[in-house]
T-cell receptor, first 115, second 114 residues
């Protein structure tokens, strides 16, 4: 089974600073990888996903993530943090196999933006 | 387009009562998922359906929990009898068939068992 590790349950950055949220996965083959964001009292929303092809994936709200097979990582970045980015972020991996749509989620990272 | 619709948004009930949570997936999505989110345990997959058939219910906590999907546009998660430790936010999500398809989440039902 796949697994995902998110380093840092809480991250604080100043407004305008670089955002870096870390995600490492375990898999014997390249998986499909996702980042979701959850705002208070809402469900999870897809930020971006990696399936195949280009390893640098761009998502909504200025976020991007790079798939690094050698490091089994899929870290999420944003060059300049905005107050509206304060939320909880989840990395997820898809179990492979036709017809298997399950996602395994990390434990989440709460991002706080300091004015 | 309408997203995943869950009802009720909030439910407060007494221990021992039956609780029914409802979900309407996005039209055309073949897979439906029920999750539970708590501070202690994070986001847990309870059960998922594909084409209305339960595929994996290994996350269902115990026999007090049951889920049904009588048709492609409706699913229920039932807890009977409810206990205080069932208090959590329950999410429903749906997706098209395929392992690279993202899941679309509803806004959840916040359940409090007194």
């Amino acid at each position: 089974a796949q697994s995902v590790t998110q380093l840092g349950s809480h991250v604080s950055v100043s407004e305008g600073a670089l955002v870096l949220l870390r995600c490492n996965y375990s898999s014997s083959v390249p998986p499909y990888l996702f980042w979701y964001v959850q705002y208070p009292n809402q469900g999870l929303q897809l930020l971006l996903k990696y399936t195949t092809g280009a390893t640098l994936v761009k998502g909504i709200n200025g976020f991007e993530a790079e798939f690094k097979k050698s490091e089994t990582s899929f870290h999420l970045t944003k060059p300049s943090a905005h107050m509206s980015d304060a939320a909880e972020y989840f990395c997820a991996v898809s179990d492979l196999g036709f017809g298997n749509e399950k996602l395994t989620f990390g434990t989440g990272t709460r991002l706080t933006i300091i004015p | 387009d309408a997203g995943v619709i869950q009802s009720p948004r909030h439910e407060v009930t007494e221990m021992g009562q039956e609780v029914t949570l409802r979900c309407k997936p996005i039209s055309g999505h073949n897979s439906l998922f029920w999750y539970r989110q708590t501070m202690m345990r994070g986001l847990e997959l309870l059960i998922y359906f594909n084409n209305n058939v339960p595929i994996d219910d290994s996350g269902m906590p115990e026999d007090r929990f049951s889920a049904k999907m009588p048709n492609a546009s409706f699913s229920t998660l039932k807890i009977q009898p409810s206990e205080p430790r069932d208090s959590a936010v329950y999410f429903c999500a749906s997706s098209p068939t395929g392992d690279s398809q993202p899941q679309h989440f509803g806004d959840g039902t916040r359940l409090s068992i007194l």
